[in-house]
């Protein structure tokens, strides 16, 4: 199902260019992307460092660091395009329609102000609201994320939380004003084991609840199989493959998407080691017109189309139902599998 | 935090002990007998006669130990007498009380001056980093820093006093003979204060809760009023103390220059007169102000960031 076609989405990525520097001197990070996000969706965007995944997310929310700019393409919130939308406009939308949650919890709070001005900041913009009238939503809202002693604690700083607690603050916050979409990056990297699971439950039963959508940025694969619903791997600045978590999972169609399985933690070598993708992420002025994971990819070798892989990108196609890959070497293979 | 106030009195309770022996031993050290200035100063002449000099010497105490005369000195000041000058023979605290009031006024007046246009300054400069207005606030201030007070002060006398006559040229009569001798105060804090306003709000603009602020909603000044700003102050709070205590001993070059009766003549005529009653009052005084200031910086520090107890 490409980007463009989809009717459901709430949120649509389409041909988003994002670069850094002047015209002359331009390094794109984001070349062509092409996402959606539906209602009640829980979709995770993976790939390794530099893939872009958190541009994307900076992106949506128009809140690229400076020098960072928006050179093509549509973000479309319910059909609305956001890149058309001017400052106030947008501000309208941040918090109130698509809200934040960040990998370090900690730092994102405001070391002077008080966790319940915070929770309470987004609801008081959208519904005008005094500080007395947002305090019992405040305190139900902190209740609701998993806070003990919610009146005590929002009064309480940043300083005094665990990095779990101020992670449910900050999903309180996010939640604040009732969003219909939530972009969440890497939002349990710097946690513990048990607290990360602790919030992605926390995540799906929001969605569960209020029909939330989520775009989920990681690089865990483990918590892509726990909790995403669809799974988009991005490579370069590029989706390379997207599709339903379990297929994704089970049956990778890219061989990038198949080397990241293969250097997850969930699969050791024969030998007990970790695999590794060799290589790194190229950067954008050194590509080729053709496929970026070529320099890196075994498939192209082993069916020698390399030639090809070298000279035209390959586009997202079908794979099955709702599977898409970007890949020459699809239905060559005949099950090739790589290293 | 009642536990932090408690403790923090108790160190400026310590500090101003040692300050008051400190005090009391300074005019000991330098080597000017103050028996004979005094008497050089009432007779018009050396006096060299024993008997005048250890008369003086029995009425001002100081053949008495030095401990016997710290303790007896301490428990007069902390009933606030702290004695007769001994030029004047008029009380020291009328003295230095009147000296100190012009010199709060001074400092006062061009502390708010200062930090009421750094604040915006530097503001300004932080969101236009690197463009025309940042280097140009950048050279003003820098120019600030290096213009002589016994520059500068001369100057506005002669724009606003002798050629355009709208302010006093100098003198302490009103309000209007503090403008000049405040404007020129100012402009050295001013520069430090935009600096340290600009440099500090750079750091609150890349700061990451801001960038949270505007994803909840929140628009660029918004997120400055809400979050940057009490970041922000915390430095340029430190720097306004520490400018205030100075500022307190009083500008002996502005002072002169605009006759104002200040903390800076005071202590300049006690010292070169060796008025040790005078100049013992006026350190101690001083001292005790600025030791208070920087205590109740530090409370107040903590209290628009919390984090900061649990550091100290």
Known sequence: MNAQQDDEALLRISGLRVGFGSPKHRLTVLDGLDLSLRKREILALVGESGSGKSMTALAAMRLLPQGAAVTAGEIRLDGQDLIALDDKAMNKVRGARIAMLYQQPKIMLDPTATVGSQVAEAMRLRWNLSRAEARPKVIGLLRDVGIPEPELRAKSYSYQLSGGMAQRVMIAAALSAEPEVLIADEPTTALDVTVQAQILRLLRKKRDEHGLAILLITHDLAIVSSIADRVAVMYAGRVVEQGPAREILNAPSHPYTQALLRSSLMQAKEDGRLYAIPGHVAASHSMTCGCRFQPRCTLAGQLGIEAQCLSDEPRLETVSAAHESRCWGKGREGRVHAV | ?312
């Open chain 2, 1 to 312: 935090m009642l536990n932090f106030i408690a403790k923090r009195f108790v160190m400026l309770i310590l500090t101003l002990v040692v300050v008051s022996v400190l005090a009391f031993l300074i005019p000991y050290v330098g080597d000017g007998d103050p028996v004979r200035i005094i008497l050089r100063s009432r007779m018009a002449d050396e006096v060299t006669d024993p008997a005048m000099i250890a008369a003086l010497t029995r009425e001002l105490g100081l053949d008495r130990p030095l401990s016997e005369q710290y303790l007896g000195w301490l428990w007069r000041v902390l009933q606030g007498d702290f004695g007769l000058s001994f030029t004047t023979r008029t009380p020291v605290d009328v003295m230095f009380l009147h000296a100190l009031g012009v010199s709060l006024l001074l400092a006062l007046g061009a502390l708010a001056v200062a930090f009421l246009l750094a604040i915006p300054l530097g503001t300004a400069a932080a969101v236009k980093r690197g463009r025309a207005f940042d280097h140009a606030t950048s050279f003003f201030t820098q120019a600030l820093v290096a213009i002589p007070e016994y520059w500068i002060a001369p100057i506005l006398i002669l724009v606003f006093a002798i050629y355009l006559g709208v302010l006093p040229s100098a003198g302490w009569h009103d309000w209007s003979s503090m403008i000049l001798p405040v404007i020129v105060l100012s402009l050295r804090p001013l520069a430090y204060f935009t600096q340290v306003a600009r440099a500090s709000m750079i750091d609150v603009l890349n700061a990451p809760y801001m960038m949270a602020a505007r994803a909840r909603g929140l628009g660029v000044s918004a997120s400055l009023l809400a979050h940057g700003l009490r970041n922000a102050m915390l430095p340029i709070m430190t720097l306004f103390s520490l400018w205030l205590t100075s500022l307190l001993g009083g500008s002996i070059v502005v002072e002169a220059i605009f006759a104002a009766p200040g903390m800076g003549w005071l202590l300049y005529d006690a010292v070169l007169n060796n008025d040790v009653p005078l100049i013992q009052g006026s350190i101690v005084v001083i001292v005790a102000l600025a030791v208070i200031i920087n205590t109740l910086t530090d409370i107040v520090y903590v209290m628009l960031n919390p984090a900061v107890k649990l550091m100290s």
